[in-house]
Every structure is written in structure tokens, then in C-alpha cells.
Antibody, heavy 124, light 113 residues
Framework: QVQLQESGPGLVKSSQTLSLTCTVSGDSITSGSFYWTWIRQPAGKGLEWIGRIYISGDSNYNPSLKSRVTMSIDTSNNQFSLDLSSVTAADTAVYYC????????????????WGQGTKVTVSS | DVVMTQSPLSLPVTLGQTASISCRSS???????????LNWYQQRPGQSPRRLIHQVSNRDPGVPDRFSGSGSGTDFTLRIYGVEAEDVGLYYCMQGTHWPQYTFGQGTKLEIK
């Protein structure tokens, strides 16, 4: 059974870059037809989809974050990563990585497997 | 951009009763392939979200059959029959039809009376 685990600094200074990694276990990140995804949730608030990346490198980003987001994939370590630049207090949240499965070439069914989440605080 | 609106935002329910959560989209969620990409997620306190339903009414593996999704076009409903204590938490709808992003509803908090 595939499992995902986020890792990275829990504290990032304002204006710097937030960098997180998600390690996939239980299956190869290259097997199947999946997008690998990041979602975040500020304390006491709802879910916000950040973006996703395919094994080919194809990616989709939330337009509201697109200018600050970069995602990458590392097949040798079965990991994918998120970089969010120029962070502010508004970026303080729990960040989740997740899997988004494609069926018959359509990749719109959302996230079916989630990591446990990692809390990131942006300090001034 | 498509907006997802859930109601109610807070839902007190008696154990054993039925809970109904509504989700409305600002645009039809029927995609060009004929499918409707509307999901429901459950987030228990302190846990990650879990997908319950995809494409309006398809339960994910391991989801009890007392969870039922229905609807079409712009109006969708999640019903939980025979609410149990373990059902307490937040419920989100999410659309995948309109790009360039997935969009969530605000969330509905289910609690036991």
C-alpha cells in the first residue's frame, strides 16, 4: 500500500523560500499514471490546492500561487518536492502531499492518497 | 473561476440520524467527456483528509455504504445514513472539472448533538 510522508523545516523566515519533500513508499513513483500533488491548510481554515507534477515533468499550479511555486520530481529517491518563494505569514499552514490518479488519460479525480501533513510556520 | 459553496457550515446531528450536506458550484461540473468530477472528502480531527466519494457517487475503497453521494450539474449532496461517533469532523466537496485548479468548498463541520 502506497504511503506518503512530508519532510522539511517547520519554521521559515519571511521572504525566504519554503522547501518541502514528499517521500513515496510502497510503490515506485514512476509506476502507474499519477500526478503528485501539494495541498495546504491554514490553521482552522479550509483546503487549498497548490499544484501537481507528473513523472514527465508536466505540472499544473494554482494561479494564485503560480509565480512563487516550483515543483520537481526525483525518481531515483522516489520523492517529489515543493518550493514556495517569498513567503509571508499568510503561507503558514499544514502542507500535505498527495497522489492524484489518472484514469483513461483523464486526471481530474482528485487526491486519493494523502500524507499526514507537516506544519510550516513563517516567522518575521 | 468556479466557486464551490457548501451548506450548512455547521451540522449538529443526533447519533443514528441522517446528515445531509449540500454543495453547489457556480458552473456546471459536467466535463467534455460526459463525466462529472465532484469529490467528497472527510477530515477527522487531527487527521489528513480522506476521499470518500469521487465522480459524484462512487465510493472509495473501504468507505462504508452509509456514505452516499448524489447530484448533477451544479447541485450535489453527501448523505450519511445512521451517523456514528466516528463521523465527526469536516467534510469538503471539491471539483476537478474546471481548470487550471481543483477547487474546494469551505467545509462543513459535523458534530454530534
Amino acid at each position: 500500500q502506497v504511503q506518503l510522508q512530508e519532510s522539511g523545516p517547520g519554521l521559515v523566515k519571511s521572504s525566504q523560500t519554503l522547501s518541502l519533500t514528499c517521500t513515496v513508499s510502497g510503490d515506485s513513483i514512476t509506476s502507474g499514471s499519477f500526478y503528485w500533488t501539494w495541498i495546504r491548510q491554514p490553521a482552522g481554515k479550509g483546503l487549498e490546492w497548490i499544484g501537481r507534477i507528473y513523472i514527465s515533468g508536466d505540472s499544473n499550479y494554482n494561479p494564485s500561487l503560480k509565480s512563487r511555486v516550483t515543483m520537481s520530481i526525483d525518481t531515483s529517491n522516489n520523492q517529489f518536492s515543493l518550493d514556495l518563494s517569498s513567503v509571508t505569514a499568510a503561507d503558514t499552514a499544514v502542507y500535505y502531499c498527495a497522489r492524484d490518479a489518472c484514469f483513461n488519460g483523464v486526471c481530474r479525480n482528485g487526491m486519493d492518497v494523502w500524507g499526514q501533513g507537516t506544519k510550516v510556520t513563517v516567522s518575521s | 473561476d468556479v466557486v464551490m459553496t457548501q451548506s450548512p457550515l455547521s451540522l449538529p446531528v443526533t447519533l443514528g440520524q441522517t446528515a445531509s450536506i449540500s454543495c453547489r458550484s457556480s458552473q456546471s461540473l459536467v466535463y467534455s467527456d460526459g463525466n462529472t468530477y465532484l469529490n467528497w472528502y472527510q477530515q477527522r480531527p487531527g487527521q489528513s483528509p480522506r476521499r470518500l466519494i469521487h465522480q459524484v457517487s462512487n465510493r472509495d475503497p473501504g468507505v462504508p455504504d452509509r456514505f452516499s453521494g448524489s447530484g448533477s450539474g451544479t447541485d450535489f449532496t453527501l448523505r450519511i445514513y445512521g451517523v456514528e461517533a466516528e463521523d465527526v469532523g469536516l467534510y469538503y466537496c471539491m471539483q476537478g472539472t474546471h481548470w487550471p485548479q481543483y477547487t474546494f468548498g469551505q467545509g462543513t463541520k459535523l458534530e454530534i448533538k
